[in-house]
């Protein structure tokens, strides 16, 4: 467990006093490279991922193609919240998008931790919150506005993130092509 994840567990829960010394053996801490897989699509997911440094990202395969559904940045968790609950086999994969140290948690362990230390519940509950919420959001996003406008949403609200995402990724993100993200870049700029 790193120190940067124990102050993230602070901050949205000030009250949560367990020292660090007593849940850092729940948790492991790794370094992973730039496409390196985590997760596999029909893999039984026992893990969850918080993101100490780099970028990890959520996708399934269609007809050879990933389709790139969520982003997780530092300090943030990602993990496939379908099958992650109950162990059954995934219907998303992980990856690294850049070089990153990560630190995990199983489903054994994350059951365990919340069990010993119940206002664990409470953070984990808030960082669930928060992902459903961005999850909606996305949803109503792409519901109510243009590929283009969603771009320029996207590029307005998360200017380090778009710096950081290859085009590729980005593209099937959105769900459009090269080309056309290619026509909104160009656009954005004029």
Same mark, same amino acid.
């Given at each position: 467990?790193?120190?940067?994840?124990?102050?993230?567990?602070?901050?949205?829960?000030?009250?949560?006093?367990?020292?660090?010394?007593?849940?850092?053996? $729940?948790?492991?801490?790794?370094?992973?490279?730039?496409?390196?897989?985590?997760?596999?699509?029909?893999?039984?997911?026992?893990?969850?991922?918080?993101?100490?440094?780099?970028?990890?990202?959520?996708?399934? &395969?269609?007809?050879? @193609?990933?389709?790139?559904?969520?982003?997780?940045?530092?300090?943030?968790?990602?993990? &496939?919240?379908?099958?992650?609950?109950?162990?059954?086999?995934?219907?998303?994969?992980? %990856?690294?998008?850049?070089?990153? @140290?990560?630190?995990?948690?199983?489903?054994?362990?994350?059951?365990?931790?919340?069990?010993?230390?119940?206002?664990? %519940?409470?953070?984990?509950?808030?960082?669930?919150?928060?992902?459903?919420?961005?999850?909606?959001?996305?949803?109503?996003? $792409? %519901?109510?506005?243009?590929?283009? &406008? $969603?771009?320029?949403?996207?590029?307005?609200?998360?200017?380090?993130?778009?710096?950081?995402?290859?085009?590729?990724?980005f593209a099937s993100y959105m769900g459009v092509s090269m080309?056309?993200?290619?026509?909104?870049? &160009?656009?954005?700029?004029?």
């Amino acid at each position: 467990m790193t120190e940067q994840l124990y102050k993230h567990i602070q901050k949205l829960v000030p009250v949560f006093a367990t020292g660090q010394e007593k849940i850092a053996s $729940f948790f492991q801490t790794k370094q992973v490279k730039k496409g390196e897989l985590l997760l596999h699509e029909n893999e039984i997911c026992n893990t969850i991922y918080f993101v100490n440094e780099g970028c990890l990202y959520l996708f399934y &395969d269609d007809n050879e @193609e990933k389709q790139v559904v969520h982003f997780a940045l530092e300090n943030w968790w990602i993990t &496939d919240y379908k099958t992650f609950p109950d162990g059954r086999p995934a219907v998303y994969s992980i %990856a690294a998008m850049e070089d990153s @140290e990560i630190t995990m948690i199983s489903r054994k362990n994350y059951e365990t931790l919340l069990l010993q230390y119940p206002l664990l %519940a409470l953070y984990f509950n808030k960082i669930h919150e928060r992902a459903y919420g961005a999850a909606l959001l996305k949803q109503k996003t $792409f %519901a109510t506005v243009s590929k283009k &406008d $969603f771009y320029c949403y996207f590029r307005d609200t998360y200017p380090e993130l778009i710096q950081r995402i290859p085009d590729t990724i980005f593209a099937s993100y959105m769900g459009v092509s090269m080309k056309d993200l290619k026509t909104y870049q &160009d656009l954005y700029v004029s």
